[in-house]
């Protein structure tokens, strides 16, 4: 069979052209969307000496009997034949197959790692990581695949040279690459495309970090952990594969993986290709740090639209909610359902576990922040707020700030209830939960918000905040000045 293949690739060149187009395969010599992966500006077709060579910047390059294997996902005898069915060649008589079955996968790779040694990867060290991990006797780099249950499905070998390849017989889809040992139950979960990436994110906190490989695996991983832990953070990190024609796969696929699971996506805040290794390499692990924080956006699944604000103190056990036809329904919150409460003593993300001998609940509790509640929402003339108040010092003296919404959730935010005598979890994970119930508490009665002192909406405000009469419309002084301490209230306002 080798020989009929070499017959048929030298009678094919310097006409792949024509023969691909039959076989419905683009020979686009300009950048385009790639026939095999489908990522756009990302393959051209060259035919470099009539080889009918082809280059995607995604899923590689090769000759033209690679790209029809490639594109009609088969064997190189396969795609022969269909080439040669469009030459009118005459096929050769089949002969019985003697292929020898492949062992089981988990097997072949467990086999493989008995041949490893544990030692610095270069492939790594090139992108500023150090560490020891199982290499092969060429150098290249071990990883291993496995499921939510454990199962191994496969493996990843990556040369010294950055190529990337997938032992013959792995399962990708759902399955991923581990930075380390996974807990019961984890406080968040990363999911990143490659592993250098995972590495990198290594110092940001999560628990768990998962690599998928690809971006193309991310949302099958994401729904796999989200089937393990219903209600845990999960991270998407998404590749910023930003291009001149606006088309930026990564990011794509990290915000469809976020929403179908109620995620959270970062993507690293560049203008030019980058993954979050990039970014640490260029900045620094402070920057990346920081970055990551204040990057990570929370998408929530767009199945269902609430339609009543959730409660002050403890999140609503029965919430109203829209479905199809535009009917509404009484949805009764499962007492196992996790959820957030605000005590004295601070918010905390519960989760209700049951104890499967007793019966009994038990709640494993996260701390979020100290004590704070949501008063009502407010605006002025240019912006929305959230409207916050909390206890400050030891004597506990009310605190009451309109932070403006956008800055919820966002490191802006987060800076100004520290400075103002909040604490904060610096977990990015329960930050990010943090953030979405504090934009999501507030009441349906508006405030004024205002910067200046003076007449507004019918009473006065003094320059300390104090105000005299009653208002039309709650109100949030919002500035200050530093004459406020030579003015008291004395009289009524009726004088």
């Known amino acids: 069979m080798h020989s009929f293949v070499d017959e048929v690739r030298a009678k094919a060149n310097g006409h792949w052209e024509p023969i691909l187009e039959r076989l419905g395969i683009s020979t686009n010599r300009k950048e385009s969307e790639c026939p095999s992966c489908g990522g756009k500006t990302r393959y051209r077709f060259d035919d470099l000496e009539g080889r009918g060579t082809y280059l995607c910047s995604h899923c590689g390059s090769g000759t033209g009997l690679d790209l029809v294997m490639k594109v009609k996902q088969c064997t190189a005898p396969e795609a022969t034949a269909m080439v040669a069915e469009v030459m009118a060649m005459p096929l050769p008589e089949k002969k019985p197959a003697k292929e020898k079955p492949l062992r089981p996968i988990a097997e072949r790779v467990a086999t ?5 040694h544990m030692g610095e990867s270069v492939y790594l060290n090139n992108k500023g990581l150090q560490g020891p991990h199982p290499l092969l006797k060429d150098g290249s780099l071990l990883l291993v695949l496995r499921t939510m249950a454990g199962t191994v499905t496969g493996a990843q070998t990556i040369r010294s040279t950055g190529e990337k390849r997938l032992l013959a017989g792995t399962k990708k889809k759902g399955a991923f690459i581990p930075v380390d040992d996974i807990p019961e139950n984890p ?7 490659g592993y250098s990436t995972a590495l990198s994110l290594a110092v940001c906190g999560a628990e768990v970090i998962l690599t998928a490989i690809d971006a193309g695996n991310l949302l099958s991983v994401a729904q796999a952990v989200r089937e393990r832990w219903p209600q845990t953070p999960i991270i998407i990190a998404g590749d ?14 990290a915000e469809e993986a976020a929403r179908t699971v109620g995620g959270s996506v970062a993507v690293p805040p560049t ?3 980058a993954d ?39 999140v609503s056990s029965t919430k109203l909610t829209v479905i199809e036809g535009g009917k509404k329904e009484k949805k009764t919150t499962d007492p196992l359902k996790p959820r957030i409460e605000s005590r004295e003593e601070g918010v905390y993300w519960v989760e209700p576990k049951m104890d499967k001998d007793t019966g009994e609940i038990v709640n494993k509790e996260q701390w979020l922040c100290s004590a704070i509640n949501v008063i009502g929402k407010g605006e002025d003339e240019k912006e929305r707020y959230l409207i916050l108040e909390w206890n400050k010092g030891k004597k506990k003296a009310v605190t009451r700030k309109a932070i403006r919404a956008a800055d919820i959730g ?6 100004i ?3 103002g005598g909040v604490d904060v979890t ?6 990010a939960t943090l953030g979405d119930w504090l934009q999501r508490s507030a009441g349906k009665e508006m405030w004024s918000i205002t910067p200046r002192s003076g007449w507004h909406k019918g009473a006065y405000i003094m320059p300390d905040g104090s105000i005299i009469g009653e208002p039309e419309q709650p109100i949030l002084f919002n500035g200050g000045t530093a004459a406020a301490e030579a003015y008291s209230v004395e009289g009524r306002a009726e004088s």
Do not use: Y
Not at 410 to 415: A, F, L, Q, T
């Open 276 to 314: 979050w290794n990039d970014h640490r390499q260029q900045n620094g692990v402070e920057e990346l740090q920081r970055a990551f924080v204040d990057s990570t956006v929370v998408l929530e699944i767009p199945v269902a639209e609430e339609v009543e604000p959730i409660e002050e103190n403890i």
């Open 187 to 193: 406080d968040s979960v990363v999911i990143t495309e």
């Open 271 to 273: 203008d030019h290709k």
């Open 417 to 419: 209830l520290k400075a």
């Open 112 to 116: 493989l790692l008995k041949t490893t």
């Open 426 to 431: 610096t977990k990015s994970g329960l930050r």
């Open 410 to 415: 966002e490191r802006e935010g987060w800076r």
């Open 240 to 253: 910023n594969d930003v291009t001149p024609e606006g088309e930026n796969v990564g990011k794509n696929a």
